[in-house]
């Protein structure tokens, strides 16, 4: 029966192996869940640059329009909700006026498991801040 022994080390260590992906989601990720948090920046106006019920579910197809108006036609300005034209920029408009990332954005796909791989290469205020960061913050995932 000395087996015996080996078959339950055997079934713990295909237990462990198994659920590690689970587990390194949960200690791994970041964690910030939850309803997002509008903290704006008082110089960086008032308004989104469309409204909350367009924002809400179509923000992404906004960024790709802006990315290939961009990179495509170097088409680089659109007229604010105010009037006045801003950039189309992830980076310096999104995340200057939603500068909160992680309490905005982040909480929000988190709790959705959408993990954007847009960092890869688009900077975060915290690494305008900190210019040594240059590590991705999020575990880079194909979506
Ligand atoms: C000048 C500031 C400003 C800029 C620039 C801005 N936003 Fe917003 N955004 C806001 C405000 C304020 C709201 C909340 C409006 C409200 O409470 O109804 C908002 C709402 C949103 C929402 C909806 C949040 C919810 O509660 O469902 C999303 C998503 C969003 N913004 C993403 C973006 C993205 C992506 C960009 C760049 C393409 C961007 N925003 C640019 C200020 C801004
Ligand atoms: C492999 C690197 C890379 C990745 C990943 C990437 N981009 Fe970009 N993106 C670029 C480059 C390079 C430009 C051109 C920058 C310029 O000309 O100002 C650009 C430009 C843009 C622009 C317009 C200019 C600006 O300042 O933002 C938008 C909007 C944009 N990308 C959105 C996105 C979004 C949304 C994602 C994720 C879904 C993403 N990008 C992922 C490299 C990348
Ligand atoms: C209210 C919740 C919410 C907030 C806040 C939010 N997002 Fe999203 N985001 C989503 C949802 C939902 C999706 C779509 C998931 C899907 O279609 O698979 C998404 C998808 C995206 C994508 C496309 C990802 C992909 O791989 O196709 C980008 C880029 C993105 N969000 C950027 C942002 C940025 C930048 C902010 C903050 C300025 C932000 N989002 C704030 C809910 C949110």
């Not at 948090?37 to 924002?55: D, H, N, Q």
């Not at 329009?65 to 909700?81: A, K, T």
């Not at 006045?84 to 709790?111: Q, V």
């Amino acid at each position: 029966m000395s087996d015996r022994g080996k078959i339950v080390i055997g079934l713990i260590i295909f237990v462990l192996i198994f659920t590690l992906p689970m587990t390194y989601n949960m200690v791994a990720k970041n964690k910030a869940v939850g309803a997002p948090e509008l903290e704006i920046p008082p110089e960086a106006g008032k308004e989104c640059v469309r409204s909350t019920e367009y924002m809400r579910p179509f923000h992404m197809d906004l960024l790709n329009e802006w990315r290939d108006e961009v990179v495509r036609h170097n088409d680089r300005y659109i007229e604010g909700p105010d009037g006045a034209m801003i950039e189309k920029s992830l980076s310096n408009t999104c995340l200057d006026c939603h500068s909160n990332k992680e309490n905005f954005c982040d909480r929000c796909h988190n709790y959705l498991a959408v993990y954007p791989y847009c960092w890869d290469c688009h900077t975060t205020p915290e690494e305008t801040a900190q210019p040594e960061l240059v590590v991705a913050q999020q575990p880079k995932e194909e979506n």
